[in-house]
């Protein structure tokens, strides 16, 4: 018995761009590649093995045979093809997948050689080629119709029958019951064995209980019902002393490879149904201005954000990449440390003054120096940390309203409606930067503070636009680390995202589970379909 806070929004993987989606869609879905847990290195999954032409640029797949579908149908090169050209290459579906798999303007060309082999042949060299093709692969013969009927957009929906949903993944949906729970149950077509040639997966069932935020997660654990809780910093004195006696066993894996920022809307454009800006102009001028971000970075108190929130457990975060990053993380960015007088400086270097003296700046033209400042309803920790932020900005003189929004109804301003003002939010994050091309590139799906601009609105925009259009075809590592380092100083420098902390996972879990091998890059589950339940326990 696992959790979640947050019901799915979708569960169709192409359209996904919230973990909600992704928690469900990664039991059902696969790729070509996996990464190893441990090592980080590319392996087959889906694909046998694979060819490469000297000049880098045209990639053989060869299938492995007997892999089907959940429904039984045999898994062919066509799915992998229809996957890519008919879905992510397709210009009317909101594909972030398409920001990645595209260089410059120009897509991969994918086509089928026989029924167990694909052929990519790249319009340039693509370092991270292998490690993307972990792209989860849609089956043909379930959604072709749809596609064709312009409806794939709104297919697999959360009102879907779970029944409907097919993938190659170790386990299938079903049962979704809204704000209560999803069920997945053994997929028993699946193509995995052991070495012992057992078929896998060994768990008949996984349950995921919704449940409204962590303070009720961590009841759950506590009363035995949930088999494993991701441990907030506060949490730790509670849960480790109880580890000897107990039964669970608690995990540190070091820093979290994701981040946590605050951020503002700098979306120049109208609603198109009313006319109105997404953002009122004097405010819009407020966050297009690097100074103001730079004040506002200056006023995030982190190591008291560690202290309070994460009890000590946590690191200050000052670039998209942190250190679980490896290789392609630059420490040598810029730091804002926590100062509030540095703060006030360059708010009143750039016109704001508390003219009427009622507490509260004014920008030149006598603006109340006021917005909204949402994060995700159910996150108690990221709550915490907006709280703390609030009561700094506030002491600045920023009258900061703020409010905790269901993360799905968030997710639908950030990617929609546009109507939002500051969000404190976090990503995933990972070990290779080009997969993060769809939040960095100006054009992107995810490009958060303006997404999807026709140019670069700014010269550091466009300079980033560059560096990942270089880094993806540059094979040398070296010489592709100079290219991300310089793109992480930019985003320090810029402030379009304002990084908070990492946090450290730590995991309590269960020691009813065999063949368990936490790695801090898979984490805890990622050989789920390897794990068993040990004699004796339920």
Known sequence: MLSTTSDPRSFNDIIAKETSTTLVTGHIFEGLTTTNAFTTKVEPHLAERWEVSPDGLVWTFYLKEGVVWNDGRPLTADDVVFTFNDLIYNPDIPSSARDIFTIDGKIFKVEKMD???????????FAPFLRGMSQPI????????????????????????????????????????????????????????????????????????????????????MEGT??????????????KPLEKDGDFTVYDLGPDMGSQFIFFNQNPGKNPNTGKPFVEPH???????????????????????????????????????????GFFHNPHVVHYDYDLEKAREILRGTGFMDKDKDGFLEDEKGNLLEFSFYTNAGNTERMDIAAIIRQDLEGLGMKVNFRALEFNTLVSRLTSTFEWEAVLLGLTGGIEPHFGKNVWMSSGQLHMWYPRQESPATEWEKRIDEIFIQGVQELDEKKRKQLYDEYQLIVSEQLPLIYTILGVKIYAVRNKFGNLKPAPYGEIFHNLEEIYIKEGYK
């Open 115 to 125: 029924d167990h082999t694909v052929r990519f042949t790249l319009p340039v060299k």
């Open 226 to 239: 949930l088999d494993s809780y991701s441990v907030r910093g506060m949490d730790y004195p509670l849960l």
């Open 283 to 325: 405010k819009l001028a407020w966050f297009r201005n690097a100074a103001f971000r730079r004040a506002v970075a200056h006023a995030i108190d982190k190591d008291k954000i560690i202290e309070i929130v994460n009890n000590n457990l946590g690191y200050p975060q000052h670039s998209p990449m942190g250190p679980a990053a």
């Open 138 to 221: 849609l089956p043909q013969h379930k959604l072709k119709k749809a596609v064709e009927d312009g409806r794939f957009n709104f297919t697999w929906g959360i009102d879907t029958a779970p029944e409907k949903i097919v993938g190659t993944g170790p386990f299938r949906l079903t049962r979704y019951d809204p704000g209560q729970r999803l069920i997945f149950e053994r997929n028993p077509f699946y193509w995995k064995k052991s070495e012992e040639g057992d078929s896998l997966p060994y768990l008949d069932q996984i349950v995921y209980l919704i449940v409204q935020n962590a303070d009720v997660e961590l009841l759950k654990f």
